[in-house]
């Protein structure tokens, strides 16, 4: 859980505020977006629920990404507890306008160095499925490694099952690439 707001040079990561929803809503309805999110599409009912779920509290898994310069909420970042202890995982969606400027690989790197430098995290993970190479492309940009392939193990519907990248990145590998 972010304690506090990460700032890097051009971007914000902070928790949702409840007012959030139409800035979120404006790339969550978007199907080109979220092709590869596990539940697809959002609707707007259902954007309003996702930020409301998290704008504080205990149960934060997903922060806005906000463009300092614009004052512009322009994704989410997700950042939460995984299985193992110590252990989080990562990841990333961005309004279209925002995509190839480096935004996501500048808000993730920020979110490992809380997580490795701040909250004592032993390794971060992240996952994409093969047919997004902007996401595996993110994460080897960061310094994670493909640790696996998993072939079919993500249930999307009766009639499809996806393939999922699974990528990892220890402490000892962050300090002694940051050293």
């Not at 697809?40 to 409301?52: I, R, S």
């Amino acid at each position: 859980m972010i304690t506090h707001p990460i700032a890097t040079k051009r971007l914000l990561i902070r928790p949702f505020q409840v007012d959030d929803w139409p800035a979120v809503a404006s790339y969550t309805t978007m199907p080109e977006i979220m092709a590869y999110m596990e539940g697809g599409v959002l609707t707007v009912e259902q954007t309003q629920e996702f930020v409301n779920n998290n704008a504080g509290g205990e149960t934060e898994y997903a922060y806005a990404l906000i463009l300092q310069a614009e004052a512009r909420l322009i994704g989410h970042m997700v950042f939460h507890p995984w299985f193992a202890p110590r252990t989080y995982e990562i990841g990333w969606v961005l309004h279209p306008a925002y995509h190839r400027r480096g935004y996501a690989s500048e808000a993730a790197t920020a979110l490992l160095r809380y997580g490795f430098e701040e909250m004592q995290l032993h390794r971060i993970i992240a996952t994409c499925q093969p047919e997004n190479p902007a996401s595996y492309g993110v994460m080897e940009k960061i310094g994670m490694r493909r640790e696996g392939h998993f072939r079919q193990c993500i249930y999307r519907d009766d009639d499809t099952w996806w393939d999922e990248y699974f990528y990892a990145l220890l402490a000892a590998e962050w300090h002694t690439r940051r050293s």
